[in-house]
């Protein structure tokens, strides 16, 4: 773990705890190396800022969009003035993504990913993390999040990815849940388990730029896509201003 360099704050310290259970493991038919970087990828985290190896992904992926080198923790501050939809808090990324001015936290069920009421061209920035897995479709929330951003904007998340295989629906089988052993809410049940072609599902969705972004790999996997737009972005004047959520914390 010494060679890694956490992007969110700089840290060069990680510790690492087991996450998945056996049951879990069985549901999804892991082998050892699988159950080992999936492990990673929820368990390992910078013992300076406390981000898991996905919430390291996703944050190079969202600095890989604005050319920015710096740390997250910078980027935050120097991008203060984007508009920012968190979808349910993307783990340790919540922490940074809090202090920026314009961000804005929508949470399960509070909201509906294939159903926002959200008007289009909103936002610069959707993130969310292990989230689209536990969605019943998520084609149609990922066209959502597309629906959303402005000309220039992004969407970056992660979902867990076993990279020697295809994506599967769950439709049909045994109900597998995320969380903990015990948990059996039906906001951590799981729709889709994704694997190496979990990208194609963003085409179909209707975008057309696409980068997949990782850190300690296959630990650490994140998607950004994009609707970029040869015309620089202008401050959009805002014309709502509370409507679509309760944005209590």
């Not at 045994?174 to 889709?192: C, Q």
């Not at 296959?218 to 202008?234: D, E, F, L, W, Y």
Request: glycine residues 6%; aromatic residues 10%; charged residues 25%.
């Amino acid at each position: 773990m010494n060679s890694l360099t956490c992007a969110v704050c700089g840290g060069r310290s990680f510790s690492h705890s087991k996450v998945l259970w056996d049951e879990l493991v069985a549901e999804w038919g892991l082998n050892l190396h699988e159950r080992d970087y999936i492990d990673r990828q929820q368990g390992t985290v910078c013992e300076r800022c406390g981000c898991n190896i996905r919430s390291i992904a996703l944050a190079d992926a969202i600095k890989a969009h604005w050319s920015f080198t710096g740390n997250f923790k910078n980027f935050v501050r120097e991008h203060s003035d984007l508009d920012v939809l968190e979808i349910n808090e993307a783990s340790g990324l919540t922490r940074w993504l809090s202090e920026m001015p314009n961000r804005h936290l929508a949470e399960y069920p509070q909201i509906d990913m294939q159903q926002m009421a959200i008007p289009d061209a909103s936002f610069d920035l959707v993130v969310h993390s292990d989230t689209l897995e536990h969605v019943p479709a998520p084609i149609l929330a990922l066209s959502e999040c597309k629906r959303v951003l402005r000309d220039e904007g992004l969407l970056a998340f992660t979902v867990p990815i076993i990279v020697d295989r295809l994506t599967l629906s769950r439709v049909g089988l045994k109900k597998s849940y995320h969380g903990s052993s015990e948990n059996r809410s039906a906001d951590f049940l799981v729709h889709t388990e994704y694997g190496a072609n979990a990208w194609q599902q963003l085409i179909e969705a209707g975008f057309s730029s696409i980068q997949i972004h990782t850190f300690d790999y296959p630990a650490g996997i994140a998607m950004s896509a994009s609707k970029r737009s040869t015309v620089k972005r202008t401050k959009t004047l805002k014309f709502w201003k509370k409507p679509w959520f309760d944005q209590r914390r």
